[in-house]
Each structure stands twice: as C-alpha cells, then as structure tokens.
C-alpha cells in the first residue's frame, strides 16, 4: 500500500544517504574500534568494500563490521517507525469508527476526548493541544477533520514535544515554568550529542533565546525552539527521557575548558577546530517560533517593494528575519494570518527597533472613534460569525491621569509612571469603556487592518498589536481578546525574578482569588515610580493560537 511505499523510499534514501558518507563513517569507526594501529588512507565503494587502504587486509574485516552496525541502526529505525504508524492506524481506525463505517477523518472534538489524551493533556501547557493540532492540520480554528497521515504527523509532533517538555524539567528542578535554563546547563544538557560543536551550539542558542550573549537564561518558549533547531543533535531513550549514546567519551582538554564570563568563549582557534571535521551547517531560519518553509508564496526580485527590499539588506538581523517572513507571506491569505504573521506583516520588529513615540490625547481619540465606525461596518457583515464580535467592558470611566502619565521608560520603552504617592491596596486603574473585548480573533484581525490603513504611522497597529492580550473573563470562561483604547495600555510587565523589575501592582483586591479588571497596589508605591504588573496573573501569554491566532 502507499504506507509501505512510503517506508520503502525512505530506507532506499536512507542507504543512498550512508552510501554517500559511508567513507567518512568507515574512519570514524576505525578510529574509535582499532586497537591503536594507524591507517593513513581508507577508500571504500558505494557498497562498504573497501578498494584502498594502507592496511585493507588487516582492516576489511573491521570496516565491514562497522558499516553492517550502521546498516542495522537504519533498519532499526525503519522498523521503528513502520511500527509506529501501525499503532497510529489502528487507534485512527477506532476513532474514525465512531463517525460511521466509511468515515476517514476525525474532528478536533473527537482528538480532544480520545481516551489516550486524557493523561497527555495533564502534561501540556494552555494553547499547546491546539498548537500541535493546527500544525498537523493546517487548520487555524478547531473546525476541519483530521486525516490519517495528519493524524500520525500529530502524534510525532506530541512525541517530540513531550520530549522537550520532559528535558525541560529535568534541567529546571522539575517545572516547566520559573526562571528557565543557564547556557551552560543546556551545554551540559544529557540529551544534547557530543557531535555538536560549540560554534553550532552558540548558534542555536542565539537563535533561540535571540540574544548574543553567554550570560541569562533560556524560557520554556525559548527551549522549545532550541529543540527544533537541534534536533539532528538530540538522543532520546525510550523514556521519554534522555541519555547519552553508548560511544559518549568525555570531552578532550581543547573543548572542554571552562567558560570565561569575560571573553568570548567561541574564539578563532575553536572554530577552526570544528570547522576541521564538519561541514558548515544551513540552520532553519524562525521568526518567534515560525520556521521559514517554503509557503508557496514568494514577492520576485523585480516586484519588491523598496522598503522590503531594503529591510532584506538590513544589518539588523531581527529586521531581516522579518522581512524574509514578511516576503512569502500571501496577503490573499491575510484574514488567516496567526498573531506573529500579523506582526511580521506589519513590520513591527522594523518599528519598534527605535523608540516609539507617546500617543497624544487626540491620537486615542481617534482611533476610539475608527473603533466605533469599525463595530458599525462589522455589524453588517453577512460573512462574519453570529452573535457580538466585539464590545465594550463596561459604561464606565476612570481617570488614570490621578494616578499615572505615561512617560519614556528606557529600555522597556513607553510606561505609566506614578504621579504621586500610592499607598497598598489603592485602586490604581480600572476597566473602562475604553476597555474593547474581542469575542472572535477574526474581529480584533480585522480591526488591526483597518488600523493600518486609517493612520499615516503603521506603528500605531504595532502597538495596537502588542498592547492586545488573551484572558478569560470569568472563571472556566471562554477567552477572549482585550486591548485598551487609552493610556492604560502602557502598563509594563514585572515579576519577581532575576533580570525583571519587581512588580508593584496587581489585578484584583489584595484578597482576591482572580483578577475582576481592577488593578490595585500591593505595596507603597512612590512618585515617579513606575507601574509593573506581572501579566501572567491576566492574560493567557500562549494562547492565541487558541482563538485563531
């Protein structure tokens, strides 16, 4: 059938792929397996025999051995996988069953409620179990069936995550959450392969945690996408824990020398050292998290337009990632587009690269009044989704100004900043009228658009864009997007861990078991301090895949 197909192009691509560095697996083996003796030259043909070598009689018959163990972990590994789809096809099979005889597809419900999840969904985050089902599908909503190869592309992306996961914790005292992982213990990582040098690995890293330096630490959103940079790079067991291969050997003296929290760790000599042995690497490109495949869309070379264009040639690497995103993305497709999309879309890494400015009063005004002009025209439309898009949080008003301005806050960018001196447990500020709550991400998608084509400085979608969060409303409720049309967007995020500002504000009365929109002091707070809040105690900072974003 196609699946046997399938597995046997694999295994005949495969063979082909060690038949094409079957030399280098040869010297490999011979230098690790021989008893000491040296060999100055090996030349073997696309079938492992050997045609040339200082000592072909003596060692033949080792490197024969060597290339049947390579030839047996390729089978292994065949039939390892040949298994797993077995597996995957006959659970298919049962959940397909529930739909009729002739039934070949199973809908998000159905994946959602499978008895094998039950426990598995105890292990992933919020937003993750619609995540895996929108990269296995496609689908940027639960509706949609699944097929059975998205169904087994679906289990490969669970098994991998909830390797991840499980690496994850290992390295972080058992949470997936808190301060995250130190560059040295991702270095010393037990999954991580002694093939891996340290010029990919600073790569990766960079890559990763999108800063070029040794010192912080990796997140839990940050590891996720190491994993997949790495994963030529990874050994699992079957534990989904992980461990070293059976050939590890310690690390020489040359590469493994402490790190120096002065100097640059990843000097010329060690680059020469690797680059000795291994092949320069073509690292997968991402922009927050979304690889940059080939989309079946691309603007030509002569069809660029100029501030593209020279956002491809820009020197700063953020700029240029998102102008690579931001030339294969299809805008006859932009009312799918996911929130990074949006904000590739936009150019937002390109307007926040230098500071914002504050809005003026008459600049909230407006789009206050854009907002109103937009629910009017939403309304009207046939295609949309029944029910209220959007609206309003409440009737009410309140006056920051009594107890905040905005103002520049360095490197954290625009802030609230206290104008007098608030004692713990003051109502600091409130959900107003101004507050807009989004009961469909294809409403708060729309009016971003509309933004953007009302006001000359595309920033203010940007900033639209980041000062947007997900939440519940009530507890158990559905999630909903929120933005602020007033200065109260402007409240900066603070948490109590190393390299944050400490948080002195929280949503909610001192006593509260939720947030209810009202934010309040915790603690004295001083004039000219600014305000901080930790945002996890609100907003859903992962799930906007979850609402179609």
Request: net charge negative.
């Amino acid at each position: 059938d196609a699946a046997s197909a399938d597995y046997e192009s694999k295994i005949q691509a495969a063979l082909e792929n060690f038949a094409g560095h079957s030399d280098e697996i040869l010297q490999r083996a011979m230098k690790e397996g021989s008893d000491g003796a040296a060999i100055d030259t090996v030349g073997i043909d696309a079938n492992g025999d050997i045609v040339s070598s200082s000592s072909a009689e003596l060692y033949a018959d080792f490197g024969l051995k060597a290339i049947d163990k390579q030839l047996d972990k390729i089978n292994e590994l065949i039939e390892e996988q040949a298994g797993a789809y077995e597996v995957d096809k006959e659970a298919f099979a049962e959940l397909t069953a529930q739909n009729g005889e002739d039934s070949t597809k199973v809908t998000f419900k159905q994946l959602e409620e499978w008895d094998e999840m039950a426990v598995i969904k105890t292990l992933l985050k919020e937003g993750e179990f619609f995540n895996l089902w929108r990269k296995a599908t496609g689908f940027i909503s639960q509706e949609g069936d699944m097929t059975l190869s998205e169904f087994v592309k679906f289990n490969n992306l669970l098994d991998k995550l909830l390797m991840a996961k499980a690496s994850f914790m290992k390295l972080n005292n058992g949470k997936n959450t808190g301060k995250g992982i130190s560059f040295d213990q991702l270095w010393n990582m037990d999954a991580l392969s002694d093939d891996i040098s340290q010029k990919t690995f600073f790569a990766l890293w960079k890559k990763a945690v999108g800063q070029d330096v040794l010192k912080g630490v990796m997140g839990y959103e940050e590891f996720l996408v190491f994993w997949d940079l790495a994963e030529e790079w990874l050994v699992y067991d079957d534990d989904m824990g992980v461990e070293r291969s059976d050939e590890e050997e310690d690390f020489d003296d040359d590469e493994d020398e402490e790190f120096d929290d002065e100097e640059d760790d990843f000097d010329d000599d060690e680059g020469e050292d690797d680059s000795d042995d291994e092949e320069e690497v073509d690292e997968p490109v991402f922009y927050h998290g979304i690889g940059l495949e080939n989309t079946g869309f691309e603007i030509a070379d002569e069809d660029l337009p100029d501030d593209l264009r020279a956002d491809l040639e820009s020197a700063d690497e953020d700029i240029r990632i998102e102008a690579m995103l931001r030339r294969v993305l299809n805008p006859d497709r932009r009312d799918n587009f996911s929130y990074w999309e949006l904000h590739a879309y936009f150019a937002c890494e390109k307007a926040f690269s230098s500071p914002r400015p504050l809005w003026t009063d008459q600049q909230w005004r407006e789009v206050r009044d854009l907002y109103h002009e937009f629910v009017a025209e939403d309304e009207k439309d046939e295609n949309g989704p029944e029910g209220v898009h959007s609206y309003q949080f409440s009737e009410d008003e309140y006056d920051l100004t009594q107890n905040a301005i905005p103002f520049q806050a360095g490197h954290k960018g625009r802030g609230l900043q206290a104008v007098r001196d608030i004692k713990a447990g003051e109502l600091v500020f409130k959900a107003t009228n101004n507050t807009i709550v989004f009961n469909y991400g294809h409403t708060w998608r729309k009016l971003l658009f509309a933004i953007n084509e009302r006001f000359a400085d595309p920033g203010m979608t940007c900033d639209m864009h980041v000062w947007s969060w997900v939440q519940d409303l009530y507890e158990g409720g559905p999630i909903k997007v929120v933005m602020d049309l007033d200065s109260g967007s402007l409240l900066n995020e603070g948490r109590d861990e190393p390299s944050w500002d400490s948080p002195n504000v929280q949503c909610g009365k001192p006593d509260a078991t939720r947030c209810d929109s009202d934010y309040y002091a915790f603690r004295d707070i001083k004039k000219g301090d600014e305000l901080l809040i930790d945002y996890r105690e609100f907003a859903f900072l992962d799930s906007w895949p979850d609402i179609g974003l």
